[in-house]
């Protein structure tokens, strides 16, 4: 079947990358790109730029566009890419879908339509649907991106295996941020999908059901671990990755108890020196310099991660 | 204080009003504007297009702009229009909203920015303060939203009485379409602030607080025993206000026992003729004609209402 042709993204831990604001709150072009050169340096598979974590929400469909010609005429390959484009409506979401997939990006990551609430399955399958006709792409890759908890909208797994089932080609994978092991273990039972959680919590389980990794926030500060938990896995070596997935565990929850946005932020602010980083688009707001220093010595303490002495 | 001209609506009821789509789900043009004119012929003061009723987060920005163009250059006067323009993010948000002051809109209704759940008030406040800022025209008038059911993101009293306090000029009122009368009466007492109930049930306590109508859904098919209800409370005739109103008020409740914007659009088809009034876009679905016949005959026997008969 041709839809496996999409799936060129290699198992292992993919970032979706922070969006840095100048202290107008304009995207800063040079940490945005500076950014995503380190993640794919220290191990990431692949990108999503502009998902929940990247303030995608907060950034206007001009600046997404800017910013991922800004990554490959840099000389990033759009196929470690999967940019979020799912918008509330159907004409900007399938415009801006179609831009992606004419760059040659990896996929599209998309949510639901996230204003109307309480709305049903057969309302969303009709939304992807039409979305699929108009982005009107041979090579347009969905990933469905499951994050009940922020958008409002559930993608429940009938809907998924009914999406998966009519449209195999486009519909390839999902990321899976419910944070509900059950609910991420029910897609895995849907053929053809590739499944993403939406942390490193459940990585273990994920990869022994036969999963390709993750994708997580804390990949923003912590790529290298991570990455290292899939390698061991897939090398065989079981109980070091169980080792090494320790530490991982315990710095996702320590970040956890912060809000995880602007905690990474700061924590990137701190490291490098620039202030720029700790900005954020309102109505989030930016973690105090006290609470990514404390931050910072709990992650020291705990898993021996010295955040701000890498470079 | 120069903020009071902005109130230049009269009291009396506000639609908002409904988008009608062509069978390809493009705005039906035509429909938009018959259906803007029949409002303000059968008593609305004024319109709020594009809230939640006219599915505005199921609408792209080069639409919304588009059809407020198209009622303008019809000769719609712009002072009794108040579009709503409130997206999930801020560059956006502030170019729709300078486009529609510009055009010489009586205001502009704007959500909270509805993607991100839990955040501040502080962070709420710094949106609505770096859009007044970014706007930057004098004459911006401000309709707060408040429809926490659906956006997700409540706007508290205490950020309503800060905004108000903050920007006296620009925060001119709000759209309460929570359902709670409470929350509603709290509105009230914040000073200088124009309180509009988000549906007809309240209207009375509404009216009695010296509150000068309401914004509501349900005048897309009963606009003028709405107004009527208005008019006479106006005019001291409580009684006869009160005995109006009963009816009025039955309508809304077998409505919502519908889901209400499919509903309306389907009870518009009958009464025209014009199928294209069902349609709906994704992820609301259509209401089938037998429903919609079904609620047409509860109208007739319960309120007397002959929508299929009216013209």
Chains 1, 2 share one sequence.
């Not at 790109?33 to 598979?45: A, I, K, M």
């Not at 320590?254 to 490098?272: C, F, G, H, M, N």
Request: glycine share 8%.
């Amino acid at each position: 079947m041709s839809y496996t042709t999409h799936h060129t993204i290699k198992p292992g831990v993919i970032a979706p990358n922070l969006t840095p604001f100048e202290d107008d709150l304009s995207i800063a072009r040079d940490l945005y790109l500076d950014n995503v050169r380190r993640l794919l340096e220290d191990g990431c598979v692949a990108l999503a730029p502009f998902g929940t974590t990247g303030e995608a929400l907060s950034v206007s469909t001009a600046e997404r566009l800017e910013m991922l010609e800004h990554l490959t005429s840099n000389g990033i390959d759009p196929k470690r890419l999967i940019p979020g484009t799912g918008l509330s409506n159907l004409p900007e979401t399938a415009d801006l879908t179609r831009r992606v997939v004419d760059m040659g990006c990896a996929g599209a990551m998309i949510l639901p339509p996230f204003y109307y609430k309480g709305v049903s399955d057969d309302g969303l399958h009709a939304y992807y649907a039409r979305l699929i006709e108009r982005v009107a792409r041979d090579d347009l890759a969905i990933y469905l991106y499951h994050i009940p908890q922020v958008s409002g909208v559930p993608l429940s797994i009938e809907l998924v295996r009914r999406l998966k089932k009519d449209f195999p080609e486009h519909i390839v994978g999902i990321k899976d941020s419910s944070g509900d092991w059950e609910n991420t273990k029910a897609l895995f039972g849907i053929s053809g999908l590739t499944v993403y959680p939406g942390s490193e919590l459940p990585l273990f389980e994920a990869l022994d059901l036969g999963g390709a990794g993750c994708i997580t926030a804390t990949a923003n500060v912590n790529t290298s671990a991570i990455a290292k938990v899939v390698e061991l896995h897939q090398n065989g070596e079981t109980e070091a990755a169980r080792r090494a997935f320790e530490k991982v565990r315990t710095l996702r929850l320590t970040v956890q108890e912060y809000a995880p946005i602007p905690a990474q932020k700061r924590l990137l602010a701190l490291q490098s020196g620039d202030a720029r980083w700790a900005n954020v688009r309102p109505p989030l707001e930016p973690l105090s310099e006290a609470r990514g220093r404390e931050l910072a010595d709990r992650l020291r303490s705990e898993v021996g991660l010295d955040i701000l002495s890498m470079d």
